[in-house]
């Protein structure tokens, strides 16, 4: 506006008065040193603080420190307040409120901050810290500075099944679990065990978490009918449902067993063996349920029949030759 007026005042004519274009171009020269000034403050208030490296990514409860100072000397008394925008992640604990003068302006004054750790999985967010300088010193007041500190989680939204696994009474087939949450929620949180085997079965298995009990152990018996033999795979399937993001649609497992009974493994099958091992192996069980004078009684009639198969197959393999014989006599007459 301030430029338009002058233009305004510019002679259009050459029989002006040369009194207004005296005051025109005095006029100009001023609005010139005044958007000088102008621009050279504005630079100057952004450069009164100087800040050294701040860190760029926190883990919950880690504490990080900076420095800060001016760039020059005040003539007046200058306040720094460090504030952050986001209490419920990121604490300034120290340098607060920080001051400085003629004497200690270039002095760096300490700046700690911490990443609040708490017991809630609310993943990574930004936290803004921000410098602002109050003075009577108009180059100094006003003057502000942002930080952009990024804050890691530390927690993991989970479901919470101890013992694991669960060994139950082999007479009674009887046991318990117990349930919890491994974070703090920010709403409710409904959790249902189920089984993956129809033959046992649960009470106590519904349950509900909120910030308050989170973190408190809620029982679930456990019982087994007479069918589960306990060797094969039986697994408890927790899951949840929530408002809360982290805690909606999570599932925890847990194997059942019965106490003393292993598992069957799933080894592969046997080779078939030949006949001849089979049956050696089936005569050496037989053997070891004789007393001493009936397997020696085997022994000898074994030996017999070894004998009487021999001479047959002697006696079978002469004949044979005899034949062969006369065969190759009766082709030789003709």
Known sequence: MFHFFLLSLQPNHVKADRKVEKM??????????LMLSV????????????????????????????????ASAPQKEV??????????????QEGALLTFNEENWETPQSVVVKAVDDNISNGEQQAEV????ISKEKAFND??????INVKDNDQAGISITPNPIELNKQMRTGSIFVKLTT??????????RST?????????????????????????????????????????????????AYNCLTAGCDVRIAGVELKKDEPEPAPQPEEEVGKKGKQKKEKQLSPEQ????????????????????????KAAEKRKKEAAKKKRK
Do not use: H
């Open 197 to 245: 085997d129809s033959n046992v079965s649960l009470t106590g298995n519904t349950m509900t978490f909120n910030a308050l009990n989170w973190n408190v152990l809620q029982e679930v018996n456990v019982m087994a009918s007479e069918r589960v033999t306990g060797t094969e795979p039986i697994c408890l399937v927790a899951s949840s449902r929530s408002e809360t993001t």
């Open 184 to 193: 703090q929620p920010t709403s409710e949180v409904n959790v249902v065990v």
């Open 24 to 33: 025109y171009k005095k006029l100009m020269m001023m609005a010139a040193a």
């Open 295 to 318: 397997l020696k009684k085997q022994r000898e009639k074994e030996k017999a029949a070894a004998k009487k198969a021999a001479e047959k197959k002697k006696a079978a393999a002469k």
């Open 39 to 70: 621009m050279v403050f504005g630079q100057e208030m952004a450069d009164q603080l100087v800040v050294s490296v701040t860190p760029a990514e926190m883990t919950e409860g880690e504490e990080a420190r900076f420095t800060v100072a001016l």
């Open 130 to 133: 921000t410098l602002l300088t």
């Open 79 to 92: 306040t720094v307040k460090v504030r952050s925008f986001l209490l419920d992640r990121l604490v300034v």
């Open 143 to 148: 003057c502000k500075r942002t930080l952009l």
